[in-house]
Structures are given as structure tokens and as C-alpha cells.
């Protein structure tokens, strides 16, 4: 096992495609207008500290029992890397139980946009596809979007430790392209909020602008009268904004769950995030036994 990681980390290290994977936001600007050549020169800046990463995160999983094996989950054989989907609404606390679960499982945390400025970055075949329609300002069609999500989990990160889809797919059509690619996960998470909830944890967040933390004027508001008077609110944290965002997600959430009927699991998010947490966990951990 350890040799297998060895040589995965030294084809990581070398591999351009893979390295752009991990290639932060800032690399590449929300217009997508960054001069090639100032791309390639970012991504070989980040070549040795992917490595590192890859490497850990791999490190990570071996020692929980994770990655890819075909002896199975018998004694003497890792358990299979787990592959993961979760959705749910704006504010229904996604991303605290993404964090989570990449911290306790070791696998790879993935969004679209993550992937997509990858691949542009990377000049991967989809990426430039992508790339020509993100330049013109228009949506990436979802043939383009599979092929990204497809190349990447391929990579050898992915397939060593297992990988977390943060909110993809998010209609009907996606999810039966994805099913068509042959991509198929272990568990489709869902974390089921009340609207009225939703709301009231979207309208009262605030934003210290000094310090970048987030609050709730509600749930968890400042000590200090100067943080406090100098909160933002961000300009679509509002209710007439959040409903509309809300409709665009339920129009869409039921028809992507009846896509994963079988691996479904549907969990309170109306409750603490442990308490939250240690349902997904126990789902997870139920489904890789």
C-alpha cells in the first residue's frame, strides 16, 4: 500500500493536469481573463506544496482504513475510499458538515467551481471548452460540466481517498448525465431545513469586513459594541433574495433525490451541527462497512 502511494505521489507531483487541481481561486480571476502564461507559471509555483498535500491527505485516509483496494473491507484490506454526494439549501450549514466530513474521512472536497477554474487553469480538452463559454459570460453546458467532474475524479487523489460532491448535481438532467458517465456514489447526504428556518439564518448573518467573521444577530452576535457596529450584511442575505434562491433549489431538489432513492439519507439540519454530524456519520459509516 505504501509503495502504491509512493508512486501516486511522485506521478501527482509531475502531472500538470492533476497538480491544477489544487490550484487556488486566486490563481485565476472570476472573468477567466488571465494570461496563459501567467497560469502555467502559477501552477508550477504550487507544484511542491500539491505534492505535499496529496500526499497527506492519502497518509490521512491510509490510517482510517480508506482507498482503493479490491480485497474489499475483510481483515488485512482497506475499505473502499468513500464517494459522496451532499445537497442542500442556502444556509442549511452544508459547508460546516463538508469540512467535517473531509476532516474525518479524508477525502477530497469538491464544488463545480472549484473544478471548472481547474480545469481552465490546467488547459485540460473540457477546460478550454468551458473556458470559451465562461469568457462570453454564458453558462457552461452540463455535457461540459460531467466531462470536468468526470476527469477529476479520476485522478489519483480521488480514487486513493475517496471524494465529497459539494452540492452537484443540482437538477434532474445533471444527475442522469453523471449516472451515464458511470460516475456513482455511496451516499447521497441531504440535509433537510424548513424554508422559514433557511430564512432566518440567511437574513441574520452579518460580516465583520476587519476580520472576515461571520456572525448572526440571532444565534451567535459580537461581544464587542465596536465589531458589532461595524457588521455588513451581505446585499443578497435578504429576504425577498433568499426566497427567490430557495425556489430555484426546490424546483430541482426532489427530482435530483429520486435520482439516488437507494443511497439516500435524509438528516435534521434543523439540529446542533454535532448532532448533525454524528447522523451523517453513522449513515457513512453504515453504508463503507
Request: proline share 4%; hydrophobic share 40%.
Amino acid at each position: 500500500m505504501k509503495a502504491s502511494i509512493q508512486r501516486i505521489c511522485v506521478l501527482m507531483a509531475i502531472s500538470i493536469s492533476s497538480v491544477a487541481a489544487f490550484v487556488p481561486q486566486h490563481i485565476i480571476s472570476p472573468t477567466f481573463g488571465v494570461k496563459q502564461d501567467a497560469v502555467r507559471s502559477s501552477v508550477a509555483l504550487e507544484a511542491s506544496k500539491n505534492k505535499e498535500k496529496i500526499a497527506s491527505r492519502t497518509k490521512w485516509a491510509e490510517s482510517r482504513g480508506y482507498g482503493e483496494s479490491s480485497e474489499g473491507s475483510g481483515e488485512g484490506g482497506a475499505r473502499k475510499a468513500p464517494k459522496l454526494i451532499i445537497a442542500g439549501a442556502p444556509a442549511s450549514g452544508k459547508g460546516t458538515q463538508c469540512e467535517i466530513i473531509k476532516e474525518k474521512f479524508g477525502v477530497v472536497h469538491l464544488s463545480t467551481g472549484d473544478m471548472l477554474r481547474a480545469a481552465v487553469a490546467a488547459e485540460t480538452e473540457v477546460g478550454k471548452i468551458a473556458k470559451d463559454f465562461m469568457d462570453s459570460g454564458k453558462l457552461v453546458p452540463d455535457d461540459v460540466i460531467i466531462g470536468v467532474v468526470k476527469d477529476r475524479l479520476s485522478e489519483s487523489d480521488c480514487v486513493e481517498c475517496g471524494w465529497l460532491l459539494d452540492g452537484f448535481p443540482r437538477t434532474p438532467a445533471q444527475a442522469e448525465a453523471l449516472a451515464e458517465a458511470g460516475v456513482s456514489a455511496d451516499c447521497f447526504i441531504f440535509l433537510n431545513v424548513p424554508d422559514d428556518v433557511l430564512v432566518e439564518r440567511v437574513v441574520g448573518r452579518r460580516t465583520d469586513p476587519v476580520t472576515g467573521k461571520i456572525y448572526h444577530m440571532t444565534f451567535s452576535p459580537p461581544d464587542d459594541d465596536e465589531v458589532l457596529a461595524r457588521l455588513e450584511q451581505r446585499s443578497d442575505d435578504t429576504e425577498e433574495k433568499v426566497k427567490v434562491r430557495l425556489e430555484q433549489f426546490h424546483a430541482n431538489v426532489d427530482a435530483v433525490k429520486g435520482s439516488y432513492t437507494d443511497i439516500a439519507v435524509e438528516v435534521d439540519g434543523t439540529q446542533k451541527p454535532k448532532d448533525v454530524s454524528a447522523a451523517i456519520m453513522s449513515a457513512v459509516e453504515a453504508v463503507l462497512a
